[in-house]
C-alpha cells in the first residue's frame, strides 16, 4: 500500500500515523503477544500494537519497519482472557477428551470383559450355540466369531473322541469275549470253532479300519478330476468283485457327453464301499446305481432291494443322529460317509423306494474348489 502511493488518511476503515508515532500501546494478551513475536521473526524491525479502544472497535497497529508508517485498523471486540481463561478452556478440553476416551475404552472393554466371561462355560463344554451375544466394536465381534468356530470344532473334537473311544470298547467286546471263550474250549470244540475265530477276527479288523476312517477321513488326499461314467465303472467292479453284488447300472447322460467330478477318488470310495457293504448284508445282494447329471451338481443314487428301513430310522439317518442298532453296528458307517460329503461339499441323503428297498442319494457340486 505504501508503494502504491496511497494516501495517508487520519480517519475512516484504514488509518495512517507516522513513523514516530506511538499509537496505542504493547500487547499484553496471550495471543497478540505470540502473534507481535510472530511478526518479528518475519520481518525485523516490525511491529505490533493494540489501540485503545474506541466505542465498540478495538484497533491494532502494525508498521513494517522502522522507517515505515504505522498501518491501523479496527477489529471486532476481541475478548482475549487472561491465563485463568486460558487455562480453563483448556481444562475443559481436557476433561471432554478424557470422557471421550473414557467411552471409547469402555466401548472396548465391556464386549472383551463379557467374552472373558464367555469364555470358561466353553472349557466345562457348553456348546457355542448357548452363548449371548457380545457385541461390540467390529474387531471384537470377529474375535467372538473366531472363538466361536474354535468352539464348535472343539466341542466336535469331544464328540468324536466320546465316540471313537466308546464305539471301539463296545464293538469289539462281543467278539473278544467269543474268541475268549473258545480258548477255554477243548482241543476237538476248539478246532471246530476256527472258522468262526476268524470271522471275529475279520469283523474286528473291520471295526478298527472303520474308526481309523473316521478320524482320517482323507481330506489330506488332493483333489481331482474324475470322468464319473469310468469311475463308476470301477465301483462296479468293486461292488461284483469284493461284495459279490449284482449291480444295474442306468446312466442318463447324452452320447458323447463326458461327465467330470472334481473329487478325492480314494475318500469317495470309501463311501461306496460303506453302502456296497450294507447292501450285502440287507439288500438281498442287489443294487441299483443311476447317476444324472444336474444344473451345476452332479445326482448319485444307489439303491438295494432289501426290505428298507423304518420311517423314525430313515428320519434319523437323514439327521445324521442314528443309534446304535442290534445287529446294525454303532453308526459309524454312516458318520464316514457324511464327513466325506461334507468334505466334497455334498449333500448325503436317505429314501425308501416305493417298490421296497433303500436308496442312498448323493449330490456333488460340479465346481468344487481344488485343494492341494
Not at 471486540?77 to 477428551?97: E, H, K, N, S, Y
Not at 466369531?145 to 473311544?165: C, F, G, P, V, W
Amino acid at each position: 500500500m505504501i508503494s502504491s502511493g496511497a494516501q495517508y488518511a487520519p480517519t475512516g476503515n484504514l488509518q495512517w500515523r507516522p513513523a514516530n508515532a506511538t499509537p496505542g500501546k504493547a500487547p499484553d494478551q496471550y495471543f497478540l503477544q505470540k502473534s507481535a513475536a510472530y511478526l518479528q521473526q518475519m520481518a525485523p524491525g516490525a511491529r505490533l500494537r493494540v489501540g485503545a479502544e474506541e466505542g465498540n472497535s478495538t484497533w491494532m497497529w502494525i508498521r513494517g519497519g522502522p522507517s515505515q508508517p504505522w498501518l491501523g485498523m479496527p477489529v471486532s471486540p476481541m475478548d482475549f482472557g487472561g491465563q485463568g481463561f486460558l487455562f480453563m478452556r483448556l481444562g475443559v478440553i481436557a476433561l471432554v477428551t478424557l470422557l471421550g476416551a473414557w467411552l471409547i475404552v469402555r466401548q472396548i472393554n465391556r464386549p472383551l470383559a463379557r467374552l472373558a466371561a464367555e469364555a470358561p462355560r466353553i472349557g466345562l463344554g457348553d456348546t457355542p450355540d448357548t452363548l449371548k451375544p457380545i457385541g461390540g466394536p467390529l474387531e471384537v465381534q470377529h474375535l467372538t466369531q473366531a472363538i466361536t468356530s474354535m468352539a464348535n470344532d472343539l466341542h466336535k473334537l469331544h464328540e468324536e473322541r466320546t465316540l471313537l473311544l466308546t464305539g471301539i470298547s463296545h464293538e469289539l467286546r462281543t467278539p473278544l469275549s467269543r474268541l475268549l471263550l473258545a480258548l477255554h474250549l477243548p482241543d476237538m470244540d476248539f478246532l471246530e470253532q476256527k472258522p468262526a475265530m476268524r470271522v471275529d477276527v475279520n469283523e474286528m479288523d473291520e471295526t478298527i479300519d472303520k474308526f481309523l476312517t473316521l478320524v482320517r477321513s482323507g481330506d489330506q488326499e488332493k483333489v481331482v478330476s474324475v470322468n464319473v461314467l469310468e469311475w463308476l465303472e470301477e465301483m462296479q467292479a468293486i461292488a461284483q468283485d469284493r461284495y459279490g453284488l449284482q449291480i444295474i447300472c442306468i446312466e442318463s447322460v447324452p452320447a458323447g457327453n463326458s461327465c467330470f467330478l472334481p473329487c478325492r477318488p480314494l475318500a469317495l470310495e470309501r463311501v461306496f464301499r460303506i453302502v456296497f457293504d450294507n447292501a450285502r448284508r440287507y439288500g438281498e445282494g442287489r443294487m441299483l446305481i443311476q447317476v444324472t447329471p444336474r444344473a451345476q451338481r452332479i445326482e448319485i443314487r444307489l439303491r438295494d432291494f432289501g426290505p428298507g428301513v423304518s420311517p423314525t430310522q430313515l428320519l434319523a439317518m437323514n439327521l445324521g443322529t442314528l443309534p446304535r442298532q442290534s445287529g446294525h453296528g454303532a453308526g459309524i458307517g454312516l458318520r464316514i460317509c457324511k464327513r466325506i460329503m461334507d468334505m466334497h461339499n455334498g449333500s448325503l441323503g436317505f429314501e425308501n423306494a416305493v417298490d421296497g428297498g433303500l436308496i442312498v442319494q448323493l449330490l456333488f457340486p460340479t465346481d468344487m474348489p481344488r485343494q492341494t
